[in-house]
Antibody
Framework: QVQLVQSGAEVKKPGASVKVSCQVSGYTLTELSMNWVRQAPGKGLEWMGGVDPEDGETFYAEKFQGRVTMIEDTSTDTAYMELSNLRSEDTAVYYC???????????WGQGTLVAVSS | NFMLTQPHSVSESPGKTVIISCTRSSGSIASDNVQWYQQRPGSAPTNVIFEDFERPSGVPDRFSGSIDSSSNSASLSISGLRTEDEADYYCQSYDNNNPVFGGGTKLTV
């Protein structure tokens, strides 16, 4: 069974960057399509992007193009999502999640709260 | 690009049946699979329906999904409501292989 364990909460100032990690166990990262979804306080789910395990190609939602980077360390089965030039609107819980065989998000990390405040 | 529109909230009594709708703004609801997720307060979402009407193992058959081309919408039906079903529910589909989520529906039991 896939388990995803994310890094802890972060507090950042506007303009800074944040890097959230997602440790995979139960499978190797190369077998999974890792995606990132965020949820602002009291708001809905928002897909940010993902990685194609076939070739490592990344796909980012248009809204985050130029500010987000998703990378994978296959030696440690850890995925990372880095978001730069943070603003207050980026305050949210960030989830890593796997896009499974049936094209649904079938496993989720516990979430990482990123708070952006001056 | 399209949007998925859900009612903001629904409420029903224990033991009853509730239906949550998810309407696609453009393009056919049948052209891309619809998934449904349950999110209890303080927890990550979990998948309860995939590929329009399939249930992951462990999800009770009180949960069912369907699509209706005439209204261009998908629906999640929960029968025999229990207090533990109280949660936010999100539909999700794909736009050119990019995931799109509905705004979510708060279910009060």
């Amino acid at each position: 069974q896939v388990q995803l364990v994310q890094s802890g909460a972060e507090v950042k100032k506007p303009g800074a960057s944040v890097k959230v990690s997602c440790q995979v166990s139960g499978y190797t990262l190369t077998e999974l399509s890792m995606n990132w979804v965020r949820q602002a306080p009291g708001k809905g789910l928002e897909w940010m992007g993902g990685v194609d395990p076939e070739d490592g190609e990344t796909f980012y939602a248009e809204k985050f193009q130029g500010r987000v980077t998703m990378i994978e360390d296959t030696s440690t089965d850890t995925a990372y999502m880095e978001l730069s030039n943070l603003r207050s609107e980026d305050t949210a819980v960030y989830y890593c999640t796997t896009r499974g065989f049936y094209n649904c998000f079938d496993h989720w990390g516990q979430g990482t709260l990123v708070a952006v405040s001056s | 690009n399209f949007m998925l529109t859900q009612p903001h909230s629904v409420s029903e009594s224990p033991g009853k049946t509730v239906i949550i709708s998810c309407t696609r703004s453009s393009g056919s609801i049948a052209s891309d699979n619809v998934q449904w997720y349950q999110q209890r307060p303080g927890s990550a979402p979990t998948n309860v329906i995939f590929e329009d009407f399939e249930r992951p193992s462990g999800v009770p058959d009180r949960f069912s999904g369907s699509i209706d081309s005439s209204s261009n919408s998908a629906s999640l039906s929960i029968s025999g409501l229990r207090t533990e079903d109280e949660a936010d529910y999100y539909c999700q589909s794909y736009d050119n292989n990019n995931p799109v989520f509905g705004g979510g529906t708060k279910l009060t039991v």
